[in-house]
Nanobody, 124 residues
Framework: QVQLVESGGGLVQAGGSLRLSCAAS????????MGWFRQAPGKEREFVAG????????SYTDSVKGRFTISRDNTDNTAYLQMNSLKPEDTAVYYC?????????????????WGQGTQVTVSS
């Protein structure tokens, strides 16, 4: 497993932007697909975006396509989620996760390392 620490959450007005970071340590970050998930109050955790170990393949849930961008820097062991045009429905705790595979999936059970989460609140 790797240890993951998210940062960059906060309170923003609708239409604004935030950039989340996920710093990894203690494992082979560059050999793992990474994912971002979110969980809103009273709802199940859902997949937001994923990126392959080398960064060439990305995937997004439909509700964030065109607004969010996932990226990674394997020299710095960090993954990012750039969130633009934020909406109140994006409000949630955002988690980064690492998988023991090269290509990301939408299934949370394929990820074996998780961060503690960072709160994102979008006001209307």
């Amino acid at each position: 497993q790797v240890q993951l620490v998210e940062s960059g959450g906060g309170l923003v007005q609708a239409g604004g932007s935030l950039r989340l970071s996920c710093a990894a340590s203690g494992g082979t970050f560059s050999s793992r697909a990474m994912g971002w998930f979110r969980q809103a109050p009273g709802k199940e955790r859902e997949f937001v975006a994923g990126i392959s170990q080398g960064g060439r393949y990305t995937s997004y849930t439909d509700s964030v396509k065109g607004r969010f961008t996932i990226s990674r820097d394997n020299t710095d062991n960090t993954a990012y989620l750039q969130m633009n045009s934020l909406k109140p429905e994006d409000t949630a705790v955002y988690y980064c996760a690492a998988a023991r595979r090269l290509i990301p999936t939408t299934d949370a059970f394929t990820y074996d390392s998780w961060g503690q989460g960072t709160q994102v609140t979008v006001s209307s």
